[in-house]
């Protein structure tokens, strides 16, 4: 058996010794017998698992006793919806930055429960596709939020179809803001320290740098716990999963146990000090061989390239199915970038070994002597 390397950006590839290891244990879990597909949420054996999951992603994150982490479901849209369900109490709008496609689709559903504020914005999200995509200048959101009873401000830390990422610019002056600020990290989590103390709301879907679809991780803090609107979902109301520890209804158990194998990997490699370093590695190595190289283009400016999601574009377009097709022959797939910006997309997510960024920028330089 030969494994690809995989360039998804999500569902995406896992750590190969957690699918060996999740492999030994399918049928009979440490000797119990039973696979963890069919263990009761509630039994013994689950319930350490749980544990141990929660307690590996606090210590990975440094997550602080002010916080509470959750395990739900419904994904990063559904928490389109659930955050201002759980936030709205006594407010009608709050704020957004608008970045690209994942922010955008976050204020439309806003739109379904209050007013969103957008209080910034790149081109990239304005539609204008032709100019680069950027992080926008900060400096001016404290005087834009403040003072305007906002019940948060929202942003996507990293718009994973764009390649967009902050790096810290929200971070820094989070305390500064009168209402508590929400970060989507669903394609970036893990990938960085965070200084989780200054963040209202912490949230992603597990399917890129956690685990498998189906679990979604929520970060927070405890202060927001009972400031939901009373029509909003028991099963998705903050303060009543807390209170049940994540457990008030059947959670996707068996995503929660890969997703504590792959923090588990995490940890034993470093964390996310391990991970930040690695991501610079790799996305380094992509980076610079599209920039010295005049037929490859990014078109994200400089200072905001993700580290996670590296969208490039070839010199003629013609050749981009060429690219991928022979790409698939060296086990190089998934590199199609998304519709709405065309050329390539590499998801370069922490289970993504340099090794597989390296034979990907092997293969890009030999396609460029051939082909430019
Ligand atoms: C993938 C992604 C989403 C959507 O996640 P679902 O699990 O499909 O709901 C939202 N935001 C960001 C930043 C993403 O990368």
Known sequence: MSRVWNFSAGPAALPES??????????????????????????????????????????????????????????????????????????????FINTGAWSKKTIKEFSKYGLPRVVLENSNALG?????????????????????????????????????????????????????????MSSNILSKPLDVSKYGVIYGGAQKNVGPAGVTIVVIDKSLLNCALPICPSAFTFGTVAENGSMYNTPPTYSIYIAGLVFEWLIELGGVNWASRQADQKAGLLYSTIEQSSFYNCPVRKQDRSRMNVPFTLADDSLNAK????????????????????GMRASIYNAMPLEGVQALVAFMREFEQKEA
């Open 323 to 342: 690219f991928l097709g022979q790409a698939a022959e060296r086990g190089l797939v998934q590199l199609k970038g998304h519709k709405s910006v065309g």
């Open 18 to 95: 957690v699918l060996r290891r999740a492999a030994e244990e399918m049928l009979d879990w440490q000797g119990k017998g039973l696979s963890v597909m069919e263990m009761s949420h509630r039994s013994p054996e689950y319930t350490a698992i749980f544990e141990k999951t929660r307690n590996d992603f606090r210590q990975l994150l440094s997550v602080p006793d002010s916080h509470e982490v959750l395990f739900m479901q419904g994904g990063a849209v559904g928490m389109n919806a659930i955050v201002p369900l759980n936030l709205l109490k006594g407010y009608e709008q709050a704020a």
């Open 128 to 184: 204008d596709t032709a100019a680069a995509s950027y992080v926008p200048d900060c400096s001016s959101l404290l005087n834009r939020v403040n003072g305007q009873q906002m019940a948060y401000l929202h942003y996507c830390d990293n718009e994973t179809i764009s390649g967009v990422e902050f790096t810290g610019q929200i971070e820094a002056i989070a305390r500064q803001f009168d209402c508590p600020v929400v970060s989507d």
